[in-house]
């Protein structure tokens, strides 16, 4: 319990009549989204709240890991696999029935489709039964199937969503005729983002001039973010101001070979690097002056666009999803269309060359994630809606 004691006294601990008994699960294995964040981040949290806490995940999956490191306890031996495959999936649902039984949880939150899928059958209309909350942590539609119906209208109790807009789509879809729907913004440790002034020895260690804007981007190398058209645009910005600028490209994914022949065909050569996957995000982030998010599909908030935001970073974001609903246009940055390339560069150009309302943005940013969303607001959100579908 040491680590999980380490937590903001913004967030004190229950009587032990308020205590719940919460199952997280998720499917994902090596990958480190924004799912398996979350996940780790409520289940640290409302640990250090008090709340008897207990994670389903695969075995070796980075969650699982993650949460031995806390001393956050976790059943690693789910499967949790798409498509049928009817040995994994008996296993999953013998190992469920016993977790069920042995942990007794006052309220199942699951995260993916195949949790979402096991226990909502094995708990649907049975009296006694945990209620089954899912939490969407993406924009995709849900297509209309009468499964996808059954699924969220009869066997599952609530469904959380990562912001507004996202919240108003599900509700125009007859899969959610008469559902309840919740927002809760995810939220970051702020402490792991403090200012401790390693900008200039990070730049240096990276080879950055003094005089050189550093634009970046911190997310994974897929479609949906939206990467070409910020290297559209930011091979127009370099002219603008004489090749004065760096785009650090931080993350890793399938798009990462497509994405290297597109920086070539622009000529963006050693004005653009790609850094993979890192794990020391924190203190990277400290030697960028502009950040950039231009997504297209599928988030419906941005764990990446708040990490920027708290170490005073400007950020150029699309006005896609929830991201309007964090970055505020104007005032912490800028938003754009999405997959809008021009827009893109005009707004780098203005930031670029400013300093003092990169500045201004900078502070701006830091504020609103602060005021909203760090993992406390987040957890304390959560808290808050099971409470309520448990009616306490």
């Given at each position: 319990m040491g680590i999980l004691m380490q937590f903001t006294d913004a967030f004190q601990r229950l009587p032990?009549?308020?205590?719940?008994?919460?199952?997280?699960?998720?499917?994902?294995?090596?990958?480190?989204?924004?799912q398996p964040r979350c996940v780790l981040t409520l289940a640290r949290c409302l640990s250090g709240r008090g709340h008897d806490v207990l994670v389903g995940c695969p075995e070796g999956?980075?969650?699982?890991?993650?949460?031995?490191?806390?001393?956050?306890?976790?059943?690693?031996?789910?499967?949790?696999?798409?498509?049928l495959r009817p040995g994994a999936i008996a296993s999953d649902v013998s190992l469920a029935r016993k977790t069920l039984a042995g942990f007794h949880p006052d309220i199942i939150q699951v995260n993916s489709s195949p949790d979402h899928w096991l226990f909502s059958m094995l708990t649907a209309r049975r009296n006694g039964a945990a209620p089954v909350c899912r939490l969407r942590h993406s924009s995709y539609p849900v297509r209309r199937t009468l499964a996808n119906r059954f699924l969220n209208r009869y066997a599952t109790g609530h469904t959380i969503v990562h912001s507004e807009v996202v919240r108003d789509s599900l509700r125009e879809n007859p899969v959610f005729r008469d559902c309840p729907i919740d927002v809760a913004h995810n939220g970051i440790d702020a402490s792991k983002f403090a200012s401790d002034g390693q900008g200039p020895e990070v730049r240096q260690e990276l080879g950055i001039k003094a005089d050189e804007v550093v634009?970046?981007?911190?997310?994974?190398?897929?479609?949906?973010?939206?990467?070409?058209?910020?290297?559209?645009?930011?091979?127009?910005?370099?002219?603008?101001?004489?090749?004065?600028?760096?785009?650090?490209?931080?993350?890793?994914?399938?798009?990462?070979?497509?994405l290297e022949e597109l920086a070539g065909s622009l000529s963006l050569g050693d004005r653009a690097r790609f850094l993979g996957f890192r794990q020391d995000v924190p203190r990277l982030l400290s030697a960028i002056d502009v950040g950039v998010l231009p997504s297209i599909s599928c988030d419906s908030t941005s764990l990446s666009l708040k990490e920027m935001m708290v170490v005073e970073i400007p950020v150029v974001f699309s006005d896609f999803g929830g991201l309007s609903e964090v970055g505020l246009d104007g005032v912490t940055g800028f938003s754009v269309p999405p997959g809008a390339a021009d827009a893109i560069f005009e707004k780098l150009k203005v930031l670029c060359a400013d300093a003092d309302l990169r500045r201004r943005q900078g502070e701006a940013a830091r504020r609103r994630v602060l005021e909203n969303f760090t993992d406390v607001h987040f957890a304390e959100a959560m808290e808050g809606i099971f409470n309520k579908i448990l009616d306490r």
């Amino acid at each position: 319990m040491g680590i999980l004691m380490q937590f903001t006294d913004a967030f004190q601990r229950l009587p032990e009549k308020e205590k719940m008994r919460i199952l997280f699960t998720n499917m994902h294995r090596l990958t480190w989204g924004g799912q398996p964040r979350c996940v780790l981040t409520l289940a640290r949290c409302l640990s250090g709240r008090g709340h008897d806490v207990l994670v389903g995940c695969p075995e070796g999956s980075t969650l699982a890991l993650d949460c031995h490191r806390l001393g956050i306890r976790a059943e690693d031996h789910f499967n949790f696999v798409s498509g049928l495959r009817p040995g994994a999936i008996a296993s999953d649902v013998s190992l469920a029935r016993k977790t069920l039984a042995g942990f007794h949880p006052d309220i199942i939150q699951v995260n993916s489709s195949p949790d979402h899928w096991l226990f909502s059958m094995l708990t649907a209309r049975r009296n006694g039964a945990a209620p089954v909350c899912r939490l969407r942590h993406s924009s995709y539609p849900v297509r209309r199937t009468l499964a996808n119906r059954f699924l969220n209208r009869y066997a599952t109790g609530h469904t959380i969503v990562h912001s507004e807009v996202v919240r108003d789509s599900l509700r125009e879809n007859p899969v959610f005729r008469d559902c309840p729907i919740d927002v809760a913004h995810n939220g970051i440790d702020a402490s792991k983002f403090a200012s401790d002034g390693q900008g200039p020895e990070v730049r240096q260690e990276l080879g950055i001039k003094a005089d050189e804007v550093v634009v970046g981007i911190v997310a994974r190398l897929v479609k949906d973010k939206g990467h070409e058209f910020l290297f559209q645009a930011f091979s127009k910005l370099l002219p603008a101001v004489d090749n004065k600028a760096l785009l650090l490209v931080v993350g890793e994914g399938k798009e990462r070979a497509a994405l290297e022949e597109l920086a070539g065909s622009l000529s963006l050569g050693d004005r653009a690097r790609f850094l993979g996957f890192r794990q020391d995000v924190p203190r990277l982030l400290s030697a960028i002056d502009v950040g950039v998010l231009p997504s297209i599909s599928c988030d419906s908030t941005s764990l990446s666009l708040k990490e920027m935001m708290v170490v005073e970073i400007p950020v150029v974001f699309s006005d896609f999803g929830g991201l309007s609903e964090v970055g505020l246009d104007g005032v912490t940055g800028f938003s754009v269309p999405p997959g809008a390339a021009d827009a893109i560069f005009e707004k780098l150009k203005v930031l670029c060359a400013d300093a003092d309302l990169r500045r201004r943005q900078g502070e701006a940013a830091r504020r609103r994630v602060l005021e909203n969303f760090t993992d406390v607001h987040f957890a304390e959100a959560m808290e808050g809606i099971f409470n309520k579908i448990l009616d306490r």
